[in-house]
């Protein structure tokens, strides 16, 4: 997994155009210093998939922010779909992540969204888990250049699944 993850991080710095947009990779964390190694001098940029809430202390299997600093990470990110669902995370617990990173110097990408199976879905409704995850991003994009927001699944896909687009009720 090393070599494989060493030489698509090379592939990438090497065909990342001079100019435009920097690119972002995010790999696992256990690559994180040796894709660092591979992209140093490139305009590729590097991130991890997530970080842990608290800012030390023993967190067992965890990835600080810090950490990801240290390791050569300049972005993260946060409340993917993917860690909302299988590890039940909310909005508030991404919250906390956001402060931590922000914290180790991190830039964020926070995620924000529900999936098709919960009750109703695609109807962003006072007190839901979007509506917070929205709040969090209206609340921090002044005070912080560093946050992107993303909303993943049912607002990414509705195009092609004809559900209707979700309203702010």
């Not at 920097?22 to 305009?43: F, H, K, N, W, Y």
């Not at 600093?69 to 972005?75: M, P, Q």
Request: charged content about 15%.
């Amino acid at each position: 997994l090393s070599q494989d993850g060493f030489a698509l991080a090379e592939e990438i710095a090497r065909r990342a155009p001079a100019t435009g947009p920097d690119l972002l990779v995010c790999p696992p964390a256990t690559l994180i210093g040796l894709v660092a190694e591979a992209l140093q001098g490139s305009r590729v940029v590097l991130g991890g998939q997530d970080c842990h809430a608290n800012v030390s202390g023993a967190h067992t299997g965890d990835v600080s922010a810090a950490m990801l600093k240290d390791a050569g990470a300049d972005w993260v990110i946060l409340g993917h779909s993917e860690r909302r669902h299988g590890h039940h995370e909310t909005s508030q617990q991404v919250a906390h992540k956001l402060r931590s990173a922000w914290h180790a110097g991190l830039s964020a990408i926070v995620c924000i969204g529900e999936t098709l199976d919960l009750p109703g879905a695609g109807q962003v409704k006072p007190g839901n888990d979007t509506v917070y995850g929205l709040r969090i991003v209206a609340e921090n994009a002044t005070a912080h250049a560093d946050l992107l927001y993303s909303l993943p699944g049912l607002y990414s896909f509705n195009l092609w699944t004809g559900l209707p687009t979700p309203t702010l009720d």
